[in-house]
């Protein structure tokens, strides 16, 4: 596994620790709370990283009072082992593997939370978010043409990867032939690898190709100040093949906005009225502004649309929008290429932030914030004195093979509240 040196990981924290603000690490403070997300990639057994990256991950960590964490395997070492090097005032909540069956072999992921337990509580209710049997059966009948056209694409599909794989192995077998033939001379001719199966692209959103994992949440206030509370609901969407399942990314996105539009109409039955979602949501606005600003446009036509009227809840997307002190919508990803994270708001308390406020975000020192810890940034001034942008693309792949699955090939994003 390709990392760090310890003298380049010296480096990267002397520059961390003397401006780290600049790269965007939340600062902790007595009057607010960070909430975050990270998609921490395939976070499995303690081996996968080295002792660098884990306490690097600790280091943001510990700035945060509640993390949703995407992309955990179902081996939990590695997770236990960060909330152990985060200490006892943390807590953490796993869901069980979603992604595959049990038993198959499939990549299979968990998602989970981690909270300080002197700031943040768990509440009542930990569950998934599921689309009933009948909905699935109602959708497939409804839109069944649709479905059975896709249904012959893939017999299709399948029949020319197969001939392709065929055809790969035919030839594989031919020269192991002429090599015995020849005398055995040299190296047997290596095995080729079997094409990639091309994916199974559905017309309308069905399911979640891994369910979203809710927890209920209490921020504790000061004394007899009245607590945050609020259902949070981790989700890695869809990735899939970018130019063939764009669509259908999008459909699974909107396919989890619509439950949570739904919930936040039928505030009188949660168990707290308020949801955060914090996820990578795998929206692809790679070079496609047009995209993300019609998007964008949909989400915040639900407060003058769905979210209409009296009582209702207020939805807000801050990392959609530019921050006050950036010049460019935030990209998440450790290529500086995607907005693939999110933390949005779904609120009735009025202390909650809302979209006009999105523009005064970071004015106050301990008031409402956003932002993402660009460690892409951090490496690459540390290690080569410029932005990762601005490399060459050779010091740049170099630099990502260093820390791309080492660490993670998303960067964290957060948000800080003012504590109630």
Same mark, same amino acid.
């Given at each position: 596994m390709a990392a760090f040196t310890q003298s380049q990981w010296t480096k990267v924290n002397g520059l961390l620790a003397a401006e780290g603000d600049r790269f965007g690490l939340p600062r902790r403070r007595a009057d607010s709370v960070v909430l975050a997300s990270f998609n921490i990639r395939k976070l499995g057994q303690k081996a996968n990283k080295s002792p660098g990256a884990w306490r690097f991950?600790?280091?943001?960590?510990?700035?945060?009072?509640l993390?949703? =964490?995407?992309?955990?395997?179902?081996?939990?070492?590695?997770?236990?082992?960060?909330?152990?090097?985060?200490?006892?005032?943390?807590?953490? @909540? @796993?869901?069980?593997?979603?992604?595959?069956?049990?038993?198959?072999?499939?990549?299979?992921?968990?998602?989970?939370?981690?909270f300080r337990w002197d700031r943040v509580e768990r509440t009542a209710v930990a569950s998934d978010i599921t689309i009933d049997r009948s909905a699935v059966l109602e959708t497939l009948y409804t839109e069944r043409q649709d479905f059975l056209a896709a249904f012959k694409d893939r017999i299709?599909?399948?029949?020319?990867?197969?001939?392709?794989?065929?055809?790969?192995?035919?030839?594989?077998?031919?020269?192991?032939?002429?090599w015995e033939a020849g005398g055995a001379g040299g190296?047997?001719?290596?095995?080729?690898?079997?094409?990639?199966?091309?994916?199974?692209?559905?017309?309308h959103?069905?399911?979640?190709?891994?369910?979203?994992?809710? =927890?209920?949440?209490?921020?504790?206030?000061?004394?007899?100040?009245?607590?945050?509370e609020f259902l949070a609901v981790n989700a890695h969407l869809l990735y899939g093949d970018k130019r063939k399942q764009r669509e259908e990314r999008e459909r699974e996105f909107f396919g989890l906005l619509k439950w949570?539009?739904?919930?936040?109409?039928?505030a009188t039955r949660l168990y707290h009225k308020d949801m955060i979602l914090l996820g990578d949501l795998n929206l692809d606005f790679r070079q496609v502004d047009v995209r993300?600003? @019609?998007?964008?446009?949909?989400?915040?036509?639900?407060?003058?649309?769905?979210?209409?009227?009296?009582?209702? @809840? =207020?939805?807000?997307f801050p990392f959609f929008d530019v921050h006050p002190k950036a010049t460019k919508v935030f990209r998440s990803t450790a290529r500086r290429t995607e907005t693939y994270d999110q933390i949005a708001v779904f609120s009735h308390d009025k202390r909650l932030p809302r979209p006009p406020g999105n523009a005064k975000a970071g004015t106050k020192a301990s008031g409402f914030d956003y932002g993402v810890f660009n460690f892409s940034d951090l490496f690459a001034e540390a290690l080569h004195g410029k932005p990762l942008l601005k490399l060459t693309k050779a010091q740049r792949n170099s630099l990502l093979e260093k820390f791309e699955h080492d660490v993670s090939d998303h960067m964290p994003i957060w948000m800080r509240l003012p504590k109630p």
């Amino acid at each position: 596994m390709a990392a760090f040196t310890q003298s380049q990981w010296t480096k990267v924290n002397g520059l961390l620790a003397a401006e780290g603000d600049r790269f965007g690490l939340p600062r902790r403070r007595a009057d607010s709370v960070v909430l975050a997300s990270f998609n921490i990639r395939k976070l499995g057994q303690k081996a996968n990283k080295s002792p660098g990256a884990w306490r690097f991950l600790k280091t943001f960590c510990e700035r945060c009072d509640l993390i949703a =964490v995407q992309e955990v395997q179902d081996n939990l070492e590695g997770l236990d082992h960060l909330k152990g090097l985060l200490g006892d005032k943390y807590g953490m @909540a @796993a869901s069980d593997i979603t992604g595959g069956i049990a038993g198959e072999r499939a990549m299979v992921e968990r998602l989970a939370f981690l909270f300080r337990w002197d700031r943040v509580e768990r509440t009542a209710v930990a569950s998934d978010i599921t689309i009933d049997r009948s909905a699935v059966l109602e959708t497939l009948y409804t839109e069944r043409q649709d479905f059975l056209a896709a249904f012959k694409d893939r017999i299709e599909d399948l029949k020319g990867w197969q001939a392709t794989r065929d055809a790969k192995l035919a030839g594989w077998k031919t020269k192991v032939a002429a090599w015995e033939a020849g005398g055995a001379g040299g190296k047997k001719p290596k095995k080729p690898t079997s094409p990639k199966k091309p994916p199974f692209v559905l017309p309308h959103f069905l399911t979640f190709i891994r369910t979203p994992h809710c =927890v209920s949440f209490r921020v504790k206030g000061g004394a007899g100040a009245r607590p945050y509370e609020f259902l949070a609901v981790n989700a890695h969407l869809l990735y899939g093949d970018k130019r063939k399942q764009r669509e259908e990314r999008e459909r699974e996105f909107f396919g989890l906005l619509k439950w949570l539009v739904e919930r936040a109409r039928q505030a009188t039955r949660l168990y707290h009225k308020d949801m955060i979602l914090l996820g990578d949501l795998n929206l692809d606005f790679r070079q496609v502004d047009v995209r993300r600003a @019609a998007i964008e446009d949909a989400l915040k036509a639900l407060n003058g649309g769905a979210l209409k009227g009296k009582g209702r @809840a =207020v939805v807000n997307f801050p990392f959609f929008d530019v921050h006050p002190k950036a010049t460019k919508v935030f990209r998440s990803t450790a290529r500086r290429t995607e907005t693939y994270d999110q933390i949005a708001v779904f609120s009735h308390d009025k202390r909650l932030p809302r979209p006009p406020g999105n523009a005064k975000a970071g004015t106050k020192a301990s008031g409402f914030d956003y932002g993402v810890f660009n460690f892409s940034d951090l490496f690459a001034e540390a290690l080569h004195g410029k932005p990762l942008l601005k490399l060459t693309k050779a010091q740049r792949n170099s630099l990502l093979e260093k820390f791309e699955h080492d660490v993670s090939d998303h960067m964290p994003i957060w948000m800080r509240l003012p504590k109630p």
